[in-house]
């Protein structure tokens, strides 16, 4: 089976043959994969093996492998105080056809289902538990050191990009200067979360950010559901409240209400409600430092 494709487009994996890919995982990890378990995403296939252990395989770009390269997983494995699936294994490729690399993660199997898609439609039935259970991983996660940048949507975060995003979308006459760097997952959504047990999956993008990034990553992902982003704002209320974490959920607003974002994306109207309030905020005079 030809995997070849043609560089000038991208390549989803939820349509793009990926047997022979598959195959390879398989010999390498000495592993059979359960056909019936299999997850295909625009950018990963997941599947679980005979030894009850879960492969994680994606495809990135030449141009999207940073000078930290691309072990993202493992190095999420030293992480304390997280809940996370043990990572046991890997395997990188070039691929011969094109430029681009592949990787296969092997792991344990998670605790529960991905809470939903990235972005849910209906509100998920979630304990106070679990979201002590979120509380305690993500601020574990920022008091921890890295020498690592997060790369969100594979793109490696700068100060640069949140200024050109905010910038892009919305007005310029506010600073944009970001004070408190920490770790973050940086595509925390409700697909890279398990319930009814929480645990934390998909460690590829992390390192450090600008703070408040995954909380405003999430609340983008729930605008859909009023009462849930309210609750995601409410639990990481720190964040939301600080000037850093205003700029983040300006930042994810940005990619709802951007040049180039979905016209018909449901989050437009209350991601632009929140845009304005916190905009107006940031123009106001108390705001400078």
């Not at 390192?207 to 909380?215: E, M, N, Q, V, Y």
Request: glycine fraction near 4%.
């Amino acid at each position: 089976m030809s995997l070849s494709v043609s560089t000038g487009r991208a390549v989803d994996l939820r349509v793009r043959p990926v047997d022979e890919v598959l195959d390879r995982v398989e010999r390498a990890f000495q592993v059979r994969l359960d056909a019936d378990t299999v997850v295909r995403k625009r950018r990963s296939v997941g599947a679980r093996t005979d030894r009850h252990t879960w492969v994680r395989v994606e495809r990135r770009s030449l141009d999207r492998i940073g000078d930290q390269g691309w072990n993202g997983t493992e190095c999420a494995a030293r992480l304390e105080n997280i809940a996370q699936p043990a990572w046991q294994a890997c395997v990188v490729w070039r691929d011969p056809d094109e430029p681009a690399m592949w990787r296969a993660d092997e792991t344990d199997l998670l605790p529960g289902m991905p809470v939903g898609t990235a972005v849910l439609g209906e509100a998920p039935q979630l304990t106070d538990a679990w979201w002590q259970d979120l509380n305690a991983s993500l601020d574990a996660l920022a008091a921890h050191h890295t020498m690592r940048v997060a790369t969100p949507d594979t793109v490696t975060i700068t100060q640069a990009l949140v200024t050109e995003s905010i910038r892009t979308a919305f007005s310029d006459d506010f600073d944009t200067t970001v004070e408190q760097w920490a770790p973050a997952h940086a595509d925390l959504n409700w697909a890279n979360m398990t319930a009814p047990a929480f645990c934390l999956f998909d460690w590829e993008d992390w390192g450090t950010a600008p703070r408040g990034l995954d909380s405003a990553t999430l609340w983008a992902s729930s605008l859909v559901v009023p009462t849930l982003a309210d609750r995601v704002r409410h639990e990481r209320r720190r964040d939301f409240e600080s000037r850093d974490g205003k700029l983040m959920t300006l930042f994810a607003c940005s990619r709802i209400l951007g040049q180039y974002a979905d016209p018909d994306d449901p989050r437009r109207t209350p991601a632009g409600v929140e845009a304005g309030r916190i905009v107006a905020h940031l123009q106001a005079p108390s705001s400078c430092r």
